[in-house]
């Protein structure tokens, strides 16, 4: 007898069955069972009418059945040849109308009926028909929404062998066109019979939880109960169900809350995954698994033409040889490309500066592997067939070394073996392109990745979550039927978009309309319901601001609680820990609250104004960046970055007063000699800090010397509205002790007034203002360093902001002829008392620093949290902590000097 199947996973699961009834027996070797999913079933079938001597099948031995990557490619060029609107997304359009054409075939809707005029969709959908049928018959080819009709003809022909008993399992309903196949082998003389199937429902109840996030986590909870509580959970064939209707939508979701539940310990082992408890049959497009990804990269770099982030990826893939061994000098090398500051580069400047890596820190593998991609990418700009250029990228990413040299785990394995049927696939397409460029190539390559499913095979599974139709034929001794709430089950008519409305209801299309899907709903509720002894229904009951209800499908169960169920309260965090381990001995994780570091009173600390910012607005911030290391990569940018621009700002602000020394010589100098002695330093700053992105981009230097030239011509004009004053310091590093810690200071620049008083500035290109150094936990604690720190009274402590349109003073100062803009509020402390106040604050939070005080708390998290690198290594997402988007006066600011670390901390 032959059984056939609606799904796949119904196949493998009747055969599983079967296996097991076989050993059940006794027995030691059977035939194999023949259960195949119909469509195996129908190719089979259409091979072996081919194959037959039978007359009718004589002028169809030289017809091709396609594979679905050519139907989908051809779809694509047909629709692309007759597309007016150059709008039009061909790929997904493709993949609509390959949808609509299956539906056309299964339910035997003619191209002729009158009601295709009624929208210019419809005529425009039967134009692409009509084509790619035509270029079907031209070349010889049958689609897969054919094949069924076709075997239908050929069984009624008797000209395709058929077994004497076929059972067809898991259909909730027959299409047209497959009653006809049925009716056919009726006719000859096979019995045919549908899969018993009960429709009495099980012990079913139904379960309200605030959200679906909670629900998630109740069915996980439930289906660890199941596991440890049910006596019959070590049989082999026990299984608990998990049906999702929108699992596409929530499967991350829904695979990390079931991780974390029933294998906390392996949850970050991805090695580990083929051995979990739990299956999720909903595969993921294949270029979404990491070594796919690996492939399409190196297949997609031209080496003139590489990004610094497309590099990295190169760098730290672990699927090139010497992954493992060079994993350091690979990864510092990634941190040398970035400091470079170009985001373009070529492979020759990634192999260049590779080789300047000598000993333990240099990368000879990758040397040579970047050599043989740089010359063999060469032999590949010719064009090609799609059959010579299957075997010639896989010999390409074979010199690469690709897949690596080290032993690929059960998914690599497996999603390597798909990986080689789709460069068949590719080989097949000769007909569909003809002679293309590798760029060409690879986009057809990486579109038939991009629409295969593929969910790697791994060992039974008690627990299987499942999408609702993959579920059909199925059963469970438990079952969780998950999110049936009102607004999707049934869900809203989902009628073809090609096909007429009136046609579609008159054949009677799912879809197409609200007593259409009611019914299949129905339908396949009382199904689903009687797929288990024991059956538990959920839905959320808020979504965002909506209030949910209950399915009316489902109303009639009896309502329970996740008490009720045996759902532990939430914050019981015991996890089921698997087939090896008892699993009733489970225990609970003990949670510690440690908020210090090592204390460092006895390391002698060294830092500079950025450990004091560091520390204020968040002390875990700068525990990791400061004493552990951790900070984030560069991020190239093209031209000049916000640090760039702020070295170049303060350099020629430097030199300028470096050459005037006082505000006398800026009064008496002429515009014209100020204006040529700006240009003079603006010019040769702009060329040392582009290096070699001149060459690049020229055009780039004569804008950034032309902003700076105005900006700078301009603030001259507003120091020339000052007190007289004398520079006497500019940048000078110098070292002092700030709440016990020494700390490398180098302030902008230092005027000493006429009465020896002096004024402390620090250029600025962002917002600013006194604020920043108010409280106990300053925004920008450099001033108030530099103020604690001076060596003479201090007349104001003042940013100098330097921005277009906005160019200004801001700060404090005893006089309000300081500086243009400076007002001196009647309630403002003398300034000899603020600096006290900041010296009191600047010494707590250096004793934070030293004891290692390092817990999680932003000052403000809209601003702290929102642009902090570190968010995966302090986890505040998984707190209470709320992130708010911060206002556009909040937006990061362009980083001084003296805030970069590298310059700021000795």
Known sequence: MTVITATIRLARELRRDHDRGQEAAGRASWPTAQIMPLSAWLADTWKNGLFSDHPATAELAANRLLRPAEERLIWEDVIRSMAEDSLLDIPSTAEAAARSWERLCSWAIPLDNELWNESLDARTFLGWVRAFQARCQRNGWISSAE?????????????????????????????????????????RGVKVRESAHTDEAGDAVCVGFADAGREIRAAAEWARHCLESDPDARDPAYRVGIVVPDLDQQRNEIERVFGEMLHPRNRLRPELDPTRCFNISLGRPLDEYPVIQ?????????????????AGRVLRSPFLPGAAEEMTSRALLDADLRAVGAPDLSLS????????????????????????????????????????????????????????????????????????????????????????????????????????????????????????????????????????????????????PFIPIRLQRRYGLPGSSPNRVLESTRMLTGRLLSSAPSVVVSYPEREEDADLAVSPLIRMLPETSAAGLGIPPPGDDEGFRGDDEDISDASALEVLHDHYGPASDDVALRGGTF????????????????????????E?????????RGRLLHRVLERIWGRLKSHGHLFAATEEGLADLVRGHVEPEVRRILGGRIGRNPRLAEIEQARLVRIIGEWMGLERQRKPFMVVDQEEIRSVEVGGIEVNIRVDRVDRLEDGKLVILDYKSGECGPADWAGARPDEPQLPIYAVTAEAEVAGVLFARLRTGELGFRGLAESQDIAPGIRVPESQPPIAQTIGDWK????????????????????????????????????????????????EAEQPQVLDVQEEPENDRG
């Open 147 to 187: 094949l069924p009709a076709s075997v239908a003809d050929f069984v009624e022909q008797g000209a395709a062998p058929v077994s004497g008993e076929v059972e067809f399992a898991g259909f909730l309903e027959l299409s047209p066109v497959q009653q006809r196949l049925i009716e056919a082998l009726r006719g």
């Open 611 to 634: 450990l004091f910012k560091l520390q204020a607005a968040c002390p875990f911030k700068a525990f990791a960046e400061l004493r552990l290391g951790a900070r984030a990569l560069e």
């Open 349 to 496: 400047d990634v192999i260049g500066l590779a080789r300047k890596r000598k000993g333990a820190d240099g990368c000879p593998i990758l040397v040579t592997r970047l050599g043989t991609w740089s010359e063999t990418y060469k032999t590949l700009q010719n064009l090609r067939l799609p059959s010579d250029w299957a075997p010639a990228l896989s010999a390409f990413l074979r010199d690469l070394g690709w897949p690596g040299d080290r032993t690929l785990d059960s998914i690599e394995y497996q999603t390597l073996e798909v990986w080689r049927e789709l460069l068949s696939d590719l080989a097949n397409l000769d007909d569909v392109f003809g002679r293309v460029p590798l760029h060409q190539a690879v986009d057809v390559l990486r579109n038939l990745a991009s629409a295969r499913q593929f969910q790697p095979e791994s060992a039974p599974a008690p627990v299987q979550i499942l999408g609702v139709y993959e579920s059909s034929g199925l059963r469970f001794d438990r079952l969780w039927l998950m999110g049936l709430h009102d607004g999707v089950w049934p869900a809203d008519p989902a009628p073809d």
């Open 840 to 887: 009191a604050v600047l010494n707590d939070l250096g004793r934070g620093f030293r004891e290692g005080r390092a817990h999680v708390d932003p000052k403000d998290p809209a601003k702290t949290c929102r642009y902090c690198e570190l968010p995966a290594l302090c986890r505040i997402s998984q707190g209470t902590v709320e992130l708010d988007e911060p206002d």
């Open 294 to 310: 690996t492939a399409f990269l190196f297949l997609g770099i031209d080496p003139g033409d590489l990004s610094v982030e497309r």
């Open 636 to 644: 190239p940018e093209p031209g000049l970055n916000a640090l760039d």
